[in-house]
T-cell receptor, first 113, second 113 residues
């Protein structure tokens, strides 16, 4: 069964701290790993994504670390801000050319002022 | 460029009724996917359409169906509504050449009473 396991379920970080969210997958056919950010009442917004041929990708304060052998990837939010408080979803997709994302269950992040 | 739009935003239906939700993708995007989001199950893939053809389908009963029109707009239909169908229904679109990057609309919140 295709699965993406995400942890923790919720996270509280102080302003300026580092938020770390982890995901693990089972299907080695997955070849695209995006992270989505969702605010209440909104749809998920694509934040950053990585493919297995690189071990790290950074965009601003957001970094994805990817460990192909361990089948794990993580999102690091540096200098976390109250405006980052949202639910974050990791996801994975296979290289079939079809747009099917398998999502983790989500992490509710609260950045305290 | 306008984002993905979904109508209606909110809907209340009674058990046994049917409902049709609409999605207009980003201009130029030809692939449209639908997802169901619930607190318990998270984000689950329903189906994906490209060039008016359903290319992939998730593990949902036949009561869930969809279609895509020649202008890439898509509709999904749920017949014989059940209480468990209460959810946020999200539509996502992507470019033909970059099917992995999906952009989500705000969703339609369906409540079945």
């Amino acid at each position: 069964q295709q699965q993406v396991k995400q942890s923790p379920q919720s996270l509280i970080v102080q302003k300026g701290g580092i938020s770390i969210i982890n995901c693990a997958y089972e299907n080695t056919a997955f070849d695209y790993f995006p992270w989505y950010q969702q605010f209440p009442g909104k749809g998920p917004a694509l934040l950053i994504a990585i493919r297995p041929d690189v071990s790290e990708k950074k965009e601003g304060r957001f970094t994805i670390s990817f460990n192909k052998s361990a089948k794990q990837f993580s999102l690091h939010i540096m200098d976390s801000q109250p405006g980052d408080s949202a639910t974050y979803f990791c996801a994975a997709s296979m290289g079939s050319g079809y747009s099917t994302l398998t999502f983790g269950k989500g992490t509710m992040l609260l950045v305290s002022p | 460029k306008a984002g993905v739009t979904q109508t209606p935003r909110y809907l209340i239906k009674t058990r046994g009724q049917q409902v049709t939700l609409s999605c207009s993708p980003i201009s130029g995007h030809r692939s449209v996917s639908w997802y169901q989001q619930t607190p318990g199950q998270g984000l689950q893939f329903l189906f994906e359409y490209f060039s008016e053809t359903q290319r992939n389908k998730g593990n949902f009963p036949g009561r869930f169906s969809g279609r895509q029109f020649s202008n890439s707009r898509s509709e999904m239909n749920v017949s014989t509504l059940e209480l468990g169908d209460s959810a946020l229904y999200l539509c996502a679109s992507s470019l033909v050449g970059d099917l992995y990057e999906q952009y989500f609309g705000p969703g339609t919140r369906l409540t079945v009473t």
